[in-house]
């Protein structure tokens, strides 16, 4: 028992150890939606001589007539972005690197309520999986006690099962609030075409993680608790068995010793070593008071 307990605690606390990684990393990375934005191509310039548009001339003197043969998506290109909880990056076109703007800033006013929302709930989703995690080390550590270790399942369990439910509304904020900045967001930010990102599998993953730790807790409290219980039953129906056997045996030694008569009575008697205590003792006397005594 002690050892399938402890090796249902390891997997917990593995399952919990996991979750907790996940949503870390999706909370502090840029990568829950990535995809590209569609916008004008830049002149073309001494850094930048592709993807971008030639006039031919000298874009600097003010009295040339600048032509550009490109028309349509021609004049347009496709740069990737991708953004997180905090922030948004997308690529720079007019030099290398990237440049990232607050996604607080770019979602719609009306939204921003439930994007902050959001944060605290996967701020309070972290911090319970800590709770929790902290919880199932105490429990393993402390299994030669049964009792305590069952309460400390039981509260782990239910702080799991709390960050879970955290985890899974916060996420699904998220999502609504980037799929309406899409659609209301800055001009020159929207995207083009966009998917989600290996930051929100991290995210879902963490949360499925999470859920399988809270059942397994769960399991591991309801199969401790049945085996208590049946062990308890077992020795309380083993005890009754060994009292009637006792009573029965006791039963045989004093009608023996009535049967006797005063003499056997009254007689310095060896009781059965199962028999002898103060209660049998008890008896002996009073049956020789009764029976012997005028």
Known sequence: MKTTRKCRALL?????LVALFFSTTAFITTYWCEGTQRVPKPNCSKQRHHNCID??????????????????????LFRRFHTGIWYSC??????????????????????????????????LYILLLVVGFSLMCLELFHSSNVIDGLKLNAFAAVFTVLSGLLGMVAHMMYTQVFQITVSLGPEDWRP??????????MAWGSFTCCMAA?????????KTVIEFRHKRKLFEQGLREEQNYLDQEAFHYFRDLVHGGCDRLGSRHQYPPRLS?????????????KHCQP
Request: charged share 20%; hydrophobic share 35%; aromatic share 14%.
């Open 214 to 222: 809270s059942v397994t807790t769960l399991n591991s409290y309801t």
């Open 192 to 201: 083009h075409s966009w998917d989600y990102g290996w930051s929100f599998c």
């Open 12 to 16: 917990s606390v593995g399952l919990n």
């Open 55 to 76: 006039y031919g001339v000298n874009e600097t003197d003010q009295n040339k007539v600048h032509y550009s043969w490109e028309t349509g998506d021609d004049r347009f």
């Open 90 to 123: 997308e690529e720079n076109i007019h030099e290398s690197g990237e440049k990232c703007r607050s996604f607080i800033d770019l979602a719609p006013a009306s939204e921003r309520g439930v994007l902050w929302l959001s944060v605290v709930s996967e701020v």
């Open 277 to 289: 205590s103060i209660y049998v003792q008890a008896i002996h006397l009073y049956l020789l008071k």
